[in-house]
């Protein structure tokens, strides 16, 4: 088992016993799946996108999720209003960049939120990733019309910008901090016959990162342990609808051990 297996299992058994707040300001397409799924691993989710209540709210929990799917105005003073609470309180903010180089306000809003916040990590597809550095990077909606192996080089390189560490998602998942580079190579392609695969991970980056303090770290465990029950239920499921549920289960039943055995994490450099 490599170190960062073992620290994902650790992660996972501190996440059971101490069933972590995890404050997301997300999107109205993907809250119930989200919150299901951090109900299932062992996390405590809240919904609250209220102005008048983020920063309250922030303070009790381990960490704030920011997803810009469905973005207005409003929503936009509360990310920021939350996301600056979070950091002066030293908790880790996770952002999600959905659609980013799709439109203005998506491209825009995620920069903006990265140069006002400290972010510890950003979760994204390929895509969405370049955006973040690249104007001429366009999106298909979004779905990623690049690949992680074509935002490595760039992905380090922002990392380090940034100050932040970046979870590319794909067929293959992509970690970095600008040092070091981790693939996790656990997922099913039913994984991107549903909405909201990428926004889950997201979610489950910020359980991981509430009692994980190298983001590195969290966001790999996280997302070896999505895939690792991406494959457990796909082999139960008929299809995409049954699928859903099994991998609430499959979220649900991990145990530790089950981590341990089934994550392929490598670490490149």
Not at 107 to 115: G, H
Request: glycine fraction near 8%.
């Amino acid at each position: 088992m490599t170190r960062l297996t073992e620290q994902a299992v650790r992660s996972l058994e501190a996440i059971r016993g101490q069933k972590p707040l995890i404050h997301n300001i997300t999107n109205y397409v993907v809250m119930n799946t989200t919150a299901n799924a951090l109900l299932a691993m062992g996390a405590s989710p809240v919904m609250a996108h209220a102005i008048d209540e983020v920063e309250e709210m922030v303070s009790f929990a381990g960490a704030l999720v920011l997803n810009i799917g469905t973005l207005s105005g409003p929503w936009v003073e509360a990310m920021l209003a939350a996301g600056k609470r979070a950091s002066e309180l030293g908790k880790p903010v996770i952002l999600d960049p959905v659609g980013a180089g799709a439109t203005r306000l998506r491209t825009e809003t995620a920069k903006r939120i990265l140069s006002e916040i400290k972010v510890s990590v950003v979760r994204g597809n390929a895509s969405e990733i370049l955006a973040l550095r690249d104007a001429a990077s366009h999106t298909k909606g979004v779905d990623a019309v690049h690949s992680v192996d074509e935002a490595i080089d760039v992905a380090r390189q922002i990392s380090v910008e940034l100050h932040t560490t970046l979870a590319i998602t794909g067929a293959t998942d992509l970690v970095t901090d600008g040092r070091q580079v981790v693939r996790i190579e656990n997922g099913h392609p039913l994984m991107a016959l549903v909405t909201g695969m990428g926004c889950t991970a997201t979610a489950l980056v910020g359980a991981f990162s509430a009692v994980e303090a190298n983001p590195v770290n969290s966001a790999a465990a996280a997302l070896a342990y999505l895939g690792l029950a991406g494959e457990n239920a796909a082999g139960r499921a008929e299809g995409p609808g049954s699928f859903m549920v099994a991998l609430l289960d499959a979220l649900y039943t991990i145990t530790p051990e089950d981590l341990g055995a089934g994550a392929r994490i490598v670490t490149e450099s």
